[in-house]
T-cell receptor
Framework: EAGVTQSPTHLIKTRGQQATLRCSPISGHTSVYWYQQALGLGLQFLLW???????NRGNFPPRFSGRQFPNYSSELNVNALELEDSALYLC??????????????FGSGTRLTVV | RKEVEQDPGPFNVPEGATVAFNCTYSNSASQSFFWYRQDCRKEPKLLMSVYSSGNEDGRFTAQLNRASQYISLLIRDSKLSDSATYLCVVRDNQGGKLIFGQGTELSVKP
């Protein structure tokens, strides 16, 4: 079974530009979660998508947005990039958010560097 | 107050040592608890779930005390390969998102 795949692996952008990060969940998983991990900091929850809808959002400004496609893959967009957006962006998927939840499976992440 | 708090360490221990990590969480309604392991510059990986009755997986033992809102992880007979950051994780009771502690860094030395 293929795991969660994220692309690109690395991304370098200039301050003020936009970045688009992509995530493909494990087959059969309908929920996708996005997290930001800045250097030396813990994982901060960004967004949760389930069945194509945004279910929950973390404490991030509106320039962080995303969507989930009918095939359950997801895209994270970061507009007007700032230097402090430099971080590892992790995507995780689960089969569903209901009973029997057994934790996430994470992708290997996209390392975004803003210069 | 952070939703999930851990001692950041680092814990520097010799091979073969027993080491314990502690974690507290603020939301008494939380239902699911986990320990994840994260190697340097890699994604976190699920180490084990934590159950009220306590559970063991080889050299690893996890305990949950709901009354004290306290979670622990015990690693016996530490190996060099156990060197990593250990993340205490609590599931948000209003949805599916997981809330991560800052992590405790473990370094096992020969």
């Amino acid at each position: 079974e293929a795991g969660v795949t994220q692309s690109p692996t690395h991304l370098i952008k200039t301050r003020g530009q936009q970045a688009t990060l992509r995530c493909s969940p494990i087959s059969g998983h309908t929920s996708v979660y996005w997290y930001q991990q800045a250097l030396g900091l813990g994982l901060q929850f960004l967004l949760w998508y389930d069945e194509g809808e945004e279910r929950n959002r973390g404490n991030f400004p509106p320039r962080f947005s995303g969507r989930q496609f009918p095939n359950y893959s997801s895209e994270l967009n970061v507009n007007a990039l700032e230097l402090e957006d430099s971080a590892l962006y992790l995507c995780a998927s689960t089969r569903n958010a209901g009973q029997g939840f057994l934790g996430y499976t994470f992708g290997s992440g996209t390392r975004l560097t803003v210069v | 107050r952070k939703e999930v708090e851990q001692d950041p360490g680092p814990f520097n221990v010799p091979e073969g040592a027993t080491v314990a990590f502690n974690c507290t969480y603020s939301n008494s309604a939380s239902q699911s608890f986990f320990w994840y392991r994260q190697d340097c510059r890699k994604e976190p990986k699920l180490l084990m779930s934590v159950y009220s009755s306590g559970n063991e997986d080889g050299r690893f033992t996890a305990q949950l005390n709901r009354a004290s809102q306290y979670i622990s992880l015990l690693i016996r007979d530490s190996k060099l390969s156990d060197s990593a950051t250990y993340l205490c994780v609590v599931r948000d009771n209003q949805g599916g998102k997981l809330i991560f502690g800052q992590g405790t860094e473990l370094s096992v030395k020969p």
